[in-house]
């Protein structure tokens, strides 16, 4: 990087990157675990993981909210020098940085199928989708105010997560344009050719 810039990712990238793993991870182990009946049967499982999944999606979606807001309120306009991380590339550090993780998470919800079948898997589930959702409330916060939120890649944890940790002093902000992921970190769609 030349000239004292610094590479960024985008927020919603490093937020949404553990969705679909845990999500799908979480879909595998319930639809694994509903094969099992458990000490307590498969209906009260499946109740118990429902209730746990609507909980968990909404924990994981309202954790360190004021945080986030606080450091996009603060967000100071990045520099012409500045690196900005591709999404694919975010989206692989995180997933390879949790990866142990994830198979531990997947591993236990399986066997915790033998005490509760499916309730596990329908935890694991609701953490995804909790981080579907707020990568969704950042995406919002990003369009409402017409500027994609980054951080510095050097502030996140060893592991490409944390995008509002300790270590994260400020964020930086571009124009909505910037980057090749969309508000939220969705993949952006391109215009199809005529």
Not at 37 to 46: D, E, F, K, V
Not at 55 to 80: D, F, I, N, Q, T
Not at 84 to 101: E, F, I, K, P, T
């Amino acid at each position: 990087m030349a000239r004292g810039g610094q590479g960024l990712a985008r927020v919603a990238v490093v937020v949404r990157a553990g969705a679909a793993p845990l999500w799908w991870l979480g879909v595998c182990a319930a639809g694994i675990g509903v094969l099992v009946p458990g000490l307590t049967g498969r209906r009260i499982g499946l109740l118990a993981g429902a209730a746990l999944f609507v909980v968990a999606a909404a924990v994981v979606a309202s954790v360190r909210r004021r945080r986030y807001a606080a450091l996009a309120r603060s967000a100071a306009r990045a520099g012409k020098h500045d690196v900005l991380q591709d999404r694919a590339v975010s989206v692989r550090n995180w997933r390879r940085g949790h990866r142990w993780w994830l198979l531990l998470a997947f591993l236990a919800a399986l066997g915790s199928a033998f005490a509760v079948p499916a309730a596990g898997g329908l935890l694991l589930a609701g953490c995804g989708a909790g981080l579907w959702l707020k990568a969704a409330w950042i995406g919002r916060r990003e369009q409402a105010e017409d500027a994609l939120l980054w951080v510095r890649v050097d502030w996140l944890a060893r592991n490409g997560g944390r995008p509002a940790g300790k270590a994260v002093r400020s964020y930086r902000s571009t124009g909505i344009a910037a980057g090749d992921a969309a508000p939220g970190g969705s993949r952006r769609k391109t215009a199809a050719l005529v």
